[in-house]
């Protein structure tokens, strides 16, 4: 047996000027582009493991084939990729399994199928990818063209599933800045029963809810002063009992969820101590969207739990020893059950018990291993106590909740922020609603002393920007509110992305300056937000996108729809999408940059607005003379140049050149020497290149923005160089 290894992806498919050179230049005239069939490279960085891979798929003396990449969509798609592109005719056997300990192996290796029994996951797979590409090619040149056609700079991305996420965050934030605070009142009373003293909060029934809010304090005042002195009695007193079952065991978004709320980790890191904890064979495979086990599954608890047993979390045994002498105990449906589980089971430990294992692997792995023991345990029982008291017809209500039972919870404690803490974090002025701990016996009708009578104010807050924990959890939602039950049906399980492609997401959009991360908080950029506020076509923003694409690929997966088709589809959609891009698209000068004026551009003479961005100031043109001028700079407060340039005393600005970083003089004055020549296009990229200047040695170049070439120009002879003063 010859064993070789992807990583990751080993090819990707061409740029639009893979196909054609002049496609490298950014035209509205040549989107949307549709290859007449989809032509794949290499990666440049794993080249070199691809023709490992490459070379053994071809031997002479390799008989047959092995897939054994991630048993799911994705994994197909990484070896039919690399199996096409080597031109591969050998036959392929899949190997599938989301465990790697030794008995998981080999128990796969044992039942492996044909390669094309997965045709119809292989094909749903190239769908996905393929889509995914003419979606975000076409969409991202459509886009990025109308937004600099604006005044925007840099490249606007378009992803089917990275775009209605950011709409998500840019919708949250659109809300908190149009949100109005408004003051508010509530009137609380202290009652003496003979049993003791207690709280209530004034509330009145309103079209069947609860309105216990006063919009001024002298109506609260005065409801006080009117009910001072006046009898009370207790007119109702509610216990009910509240059992909560379990919670389900932790699929990978879950996970990451649970992590970023409890230690902070975000989903890209908690995703990738999962996978060092799984190739170590301790837990088993993470990318799964799974909380259930599979019957087959069930017979090897009995391990998994020596291994907690016989592992480092000593805090787990006193429970496992109270385990193992109930045992047997069988879960019951909520956590095994076949139909739940398509392509992996839920996260659980292994049979092979942690050793030292510690920082972020021993975090992780513990709520793992909690998550599973605390499957076992009963429910956790809660007494809910609820008084309703009287004075005259006015009514007070008092809540308070009672422990009982522990039961699971004592095993894997829930996290949950104090109230609290969490209302002053939102804005808000924090208000207790229910007592804390046992309230004094009382019965219905008992007459009791109004001790106190007082007036409490407070203030509307707005919604909370959302944590990584909250944005995973609104991706992994995101589709409950469509109407079509198919479409709804098939984003149940998956949501906005994957588990395995959430946290890339995020990082995306981080790294192309439409997120900031501010602690734990994801926050939108103006970037950002121009670009959902510009996009005119809805499903580009809408999570319906996703839905339609999933329940297509589920049927072309089960062989009930056609590859073909869906692509046809496809062409079609992105025809619509670019045109009502392309409509959308404004004069050049319909959105100049704003901000006070505080001169003139030096190259083309339109207004230069001051601005500001995370607390630094600069300039930019209004670009309203020259639709392609793009003069920017840092400078003081006041408009001024932070730097000048030694030669000039243009303003200087930091700028990069490929990789690397310069300062180049902005002044584009017009004493340039003549006869230089004119800088023309950029023969990288065929994009307009500019004249530069050196700060340092008076040397003329020409410079292509978008692609970073830079060229030395020679002056003619008779035109020497400017030079630094001495």
Known sequence: IIVTWCVGHLVEALDPEGYDPALKRWRMDSVPFFPPEFRYAPIASTKDQYEVVERLMNRDDVGDIVNATDAGREGELIFDLVYRLARATKPVHRFWTSSLTDD?????????????????????????????????????RAQTLVQQKAGGEGVYSIGRVQTPTLALLVNRELEIQNFVPRDFWTLWAVFQAEAGAYRGKWFRKEDGRDQDRFDTEEAAKALAEAL?????????????????????????????????????????HTLAVAQELYEAKLISYPRTNSRCLTEADAVKIPAWIRSLATGQLEALRPFVDDLRKRWPQKLDKRFVNDKEVEDHTALVPTENPAKNLTGDKLRIYELIARRFLAAFWPDRIEAKTTIVTKIEKESFKTTGTVVKALGWSEVDPPHARPKKEAKAEEGEEPEEEEEAGTLPAVAKDEAVDTKE????????????????????????????????????????????????????????????????????????????????????????????LTGEWEAQMERIRRGEASRDAFMEGIRDFVKDVVGQIKAAAPAASARPPSGPVVGACPRCGSPL???????????????????????????????????????????????????????????????QPEGLPEPGLCPGCGQPMRIIRSTTRGQYFRRCSPCGTVEALKLPESTPAAAPEN
């Open 609 to 671: 607005h001051l601005k500001a961005w995370e607390g630094r100031n600069y300039v930019k043109c209004a670009a309203s003379k020259d639709p392609e001028c793009r003069v920017a700079y840092e400078t003081d407060a006041e408009g001024r140049p932070a730097e000048t340039c030694r030669l000039c005393q243009g303003p200087l600005r930091t700028t990069k050149a490929g990789s690397k970083v310069c300062v180049l003089c902005g002044s584009w004055a017009a004493d």
């Open 453 to 544: 009578l007082f007036p409490k104010a407070g203030k509307t807050s707005p919604p909370k920007r959302m944590s990584e924990a909250d944005l995973l959890g609104a991706m992994q939602s995101a589709g409950k509110e469509l109407d079509d039950d198919e479409l709804k049906g098939a984003m149940k399980d998956c949501g906005l992305g994957t588990p395995a492609t959430r946290a890339n997401i995020i990082e995306t959009l981080l790294k192309r300056a439409y997120l900031e991360r501010k602690r734990n908080i994801l926050a939108p950029t103006p970037k950002g937000i121009d670009l959902i506020r510009s996009i005119r076509a809805e499903p580009l923003r809408s999570p319906q």
């Open 228 to 268: 001072k002195g006046r009898p009370a009695r207790v007119a109702s007193v509610t216990a009910r009992t509240e059992k909560k079952k379990p919670e389900l065991l932790y699929d990978l978004t879950n996970l990451q969820k649970e992590a970023n709320k409890r230690f902070g980790l975000t989903a890209e």
């Open 104 to 140: 998981a192996i080999r128990e796969a290796y044992g039942r492996m199928k044909p390669g094309d029994a997965y045709a119809g996951l292989r094909d749903a797979a190239r769908c996905r990818q393929e889509a995914d590409w003419l979606v975000g090619i076409n969409c991202t």
